[in-house]
């Protein structure tokens, strides 16, 4: 925000043109700039580049952040006028949903100028520090609010501490002019009487106007002291909803030290409000009031889950979450505070206001003494080894699962703040959590919380999530997870998102815009895919896993084309040259990765033949970099790169000589005619059945007994120089090379 904090300043001395014209009133009000202008600094906006389509998702999905934040300001703000004008822009800007990398262009530009205009300006004007705009908030950051605010109350107190001394002065003026009082009457006394008299009605009348300006200040202050609060319970919601989006992969600044200081601030500025009321020889009472609600609402406020329990928790593991008070300097000394923690269903998570009546769970290890940290300065209870013994489950709707079921863990405590008389409540919950008893449950559990994470509103009713969503969001949020958990800045390109649009609606031959067509949940995670035993989720889940353990480098330097249909497949492969190859996420199974490829048929034409997935496990045996350089039927990767030059730094070294005498092994991936080409004779695959040649190894061998089951099932070969024999009954492409003498050696021992 520290650009923001300069350009505030260097805008005031700018005309009404230049300022419409960096900030166009139709397109990026100065609003929108202002109210959120911490948020747009932290995004990277220069990595977007207008030509490259691909970045589309990912401008969307910050593009729908900031509408989000904006309607949450507005519902926060208690000036009206600035509620409706947010509103308003907030309505505006979902014009640039059909188009958002022009948006996110349009502030990358905006942003670049402003530091065009401050690199060029020699010396940044020194504005007042308070200015109103059109709605009565002020014109400048939320930390200089703060810092207005301090300022307003030196001046209350100054204005008191002056009043005390004119009070001391009209007090001796008083007592001298009493003195000449009396039945005797000297010459020239009463030329000193009327001049003390004089001098006290000035006094008098210099009171009554300190005490009108102290009035005036002290409501100025607190009106500040209520809009600044706003502004700091709005910005927590805020990064509440933040870490809540960062489940699905959004950016997060968990940095909560900022917060903590515009909190205490507060706190500090209240504690001196209501002692300069207390000061004030005439009560005000509704100020007063005003004062300690404030304070009240600030104190039970404070309390964040720093961080968050798994959101997935399967019953009988330990796991730990954080909680952090960023009132913790101000708690008073004495008794430590105990931090308790319990599970709460959806009924109970609506109803906090009371105290949750029922156990719905039984947690183990659930208090916590919220102990302060000098060196990070911040005040925590820790709950490092937590578990939940049982759960009690509510009475499930229709078709409803277990993993459809939502609870949430309640932190609270009881806690006394210096200055304060009473000590207060303080509650907070955490994210939704799903618990589970088995790991099989998992990831339907999962699909449940990035369904709740991704589309939820910020103001919402626990824990309720719209049934369908549009397309747009469905598509945004799976790119976000996708490069999340890869760790790749390679997003889904438009080809993916319709491809997976045409699996998740089932209309692969259906070529327009998906983008506003509505996704149910029951489409995302609760019916299966047709002709497939598994559910879109399920299915996406599997890719994410193999990429991220098996194929994040050749996703992020864009190997793999990814999600593709095979009508699309046909299209862009015909007419190449034989040998094209490209990589695709298997359709059919879970985690799987196949090649598709160009191949002459019989009579001379072509026809475009996909190899049988490789799986995660497939992948951990021999690597895809070493599947493709073993494939002779594939020399070119889409369009026309060889493939020897693209992938040749995936190639692994050749083993060297195993020591003990033992004759070097080595895998290798033979496909379809390859395979079938180097079958034995029948009359020796009659005399070596698999099973022998699978025992004719012992544990010491450099091939394990588990090496070969696997190899059985797959279509790994083992092979070395001598010549070689395979099974006539292992499966075509299926193939196992060894050297015959060595094992009829081996089998004599």
């Excluded at 014209?21 to 202002?34: D, G, M, T």
Aim: hydrophobic content about 40%; some cysteine; aromatic content about 8%.
């Amino acid at each position: 925000m520290a650009q923001w904090q300069h350009m505030s300043q260097l805008i005031q001395c700018l005309s009404d043109e230049i300022v419409n014209n960096l900030y166009p009133p139709n397109a990026f009000p100065i609003e929108v700039r202002h109210f959120i202008a911490e948020w747009i600094e932290s995004q990277r906006w220069d990595d977007f580049v207008l030509e490259k389509v691909e970045q589309e998702s990912q401008a969307r999905a910050l593009l729908d952040q900031i509408i989000s934040m904006l309607q949450s300001i507005a519902q926060q703000n208690a000036n009206v006028v600035v509620k409706m004008k947010l509103m308003q822009i907030s309505r505006s800007m979902t014009g640039f949903q059909q188009h958002p990398l022009q948006f996110v262009v349009l502030v990358r530009d905006i942003l670049r100028k402003e530091r065009a205009l401050l690199n060029t300006s020699t010396q940044l004007p020194s504005p007042p520090a308070y200015q109103q705009y059109e709605g009565g908030e002020p014109s400048f950051p939320n930390m200089q609010d703060v810092d207005h605010l301090v300022l307003k109350v030196l001046e209350v107190q100054n204005i008191r501490q002056k009043m005390h001394q004119l009070q001391e002065e009209l007090n001796w003026e008083r007592q001298n002019y009493e003195g000449l009082q009396g039945p005797i009457q000297q010459n020239g006394l009463d030329a000193k009487k009327s001049e003390i008299q004089k001098h006290i009605q000035q006094l008098e009348y210099n009171m009554n106007a300190m005490a009108t300006k102290r009035f005036q200040l002290l409501q100025e202050c607190v009106d500040c002291l209520d809009r600044c609060q706003v502004r700091l319970l709005s910005r927590l919601k805020a990064w509440r909803w933040e870490q809540c989006k960062a489940a699905i992969g959004h950016p997060f600044d968990e940095n909560l030290n900022p917060l903590q200081t515009w909190c205490e601030q507060l706190l500090g500025v209240n504690g001196n409000l209501r002692q300069e009321l207390m000061l004030v020889v005439e009560q005000l009472p509704e100020l007063q009031e005003r004062l300690r609600q404030l304070q009240q609402v600030l104190i039970q406020s404070s309390l964040v889950v720093d961080k968050q329990p798994p959101q997935v928790i399967k019953t009988q593991s330990k796991f730990s979450t954080t909680v952090r008070y960023l009132l913790g300097e101000k708690v008073a000394p004495g008794k430590p505070v105990v931090m308790k923690a319990q599970i709460i269903n959806e009924l109970q998570a609506r109803n906090l206001g009371s105290v949750p009546g029922d156990n719905v769970g039984e947690l183990i290890n659930n208090t916590a003494i919220l102990e302060h940290n000098t060196a990070s300065k911040s005040t925590c209870a820790t709950f490092r080894n937590m578990s939940i013994k049982k759960i009690k489950r509510a009475d499930r709707k229709g078709s409803e699962s277990v993993t459809e079921e939502k609870f949430a863990l309640l932190f609270s405590t009881e806690i006394t703040i210096t200055g304060c008389d009473t000590p207060y409540r303080i509650q907070m919950i955490s994210l939704p959590v799903v618990v589970i008893v088995h790991g099989s449950q998992d990831n339907n559990a999962l699909a449940t919380i990035i369904w709740d994470c991704a589309f939820s509103e910020p103001d919402r009713v626990p824990f309720v999530v719209p049934e369908r969503v549009p397309w747009r969001m469905m598509y945004s949020t799976l790119n976000s997870k996708f490069t999340s958990e890869v760790q790749t800045k390679h997003n889904l390109d438009h080809y993916n998102q319709h491809f997976l649009a045409q699996k998740i609606f089932d209309k692969p031959d259906f070529a327009d815009d998906f983008s506003n067509m509505m996704v149910s949940w029951a489409q995302f995670n609760k019916e299966v895919l047709p002709g497939r035993p598994f559910t879109f989720w399920q299915w996406f889940e599997g890719v994410m896993d193999l990429s991220k353990k098996h194929l994040k480098t050749y996703w992020s330097e864009g190997l793999i084309f990814g999600f593709i249909g095979k009508q699309h497949l046909h299209l862009i492969l015909k007419d190449r040259l034989n040998g094209t190859f490209l990589l695709r996420f298997s359709d059919s199974e879970i985690g799987g990765i196949t090649i598709a490829y160009v191949s002459a048929t019989d009579h001379g034409a072509q026809k475009i033949q996909n190899i049988q997935p490789f799986t995660k496990r497939d992948l951990e045996i021999l690597s895809l970099g070493d599947r493709i350089r073993d494939i002779n039927h594939i020399t070119l990767l889409y369009p026309e790169l060889p493939k020897h030059e693209v992938f040749k730094k995936f190639y692994s070294e050749p083993q060297a000589s195993p020591n003990g005498g033992y004759i070097p092994v080595s895998l290798h991936t033979k496909v379809g005619i390859e395979a079938r080409s180097s079958m034995p004779p029948p009359h020796m695959a009659d005399n070596f059945p698999v099973h022998q040649f699978q025992q004719a190894f012992s544990p010491q061998d450099s091939i394990t007994q588990d090496m070969m089951e696997t190899a059985a099932n797959s279509d790994v070969e083992f092979s070395s120089n001598p010549p070689v024999v395979f099974p006539e009954d292992l499966p075509p492409g299926n193939t196992v090379d060894m050297d015959l003498e060595s094992i009829l050696q081996t089998l004599n021992e």
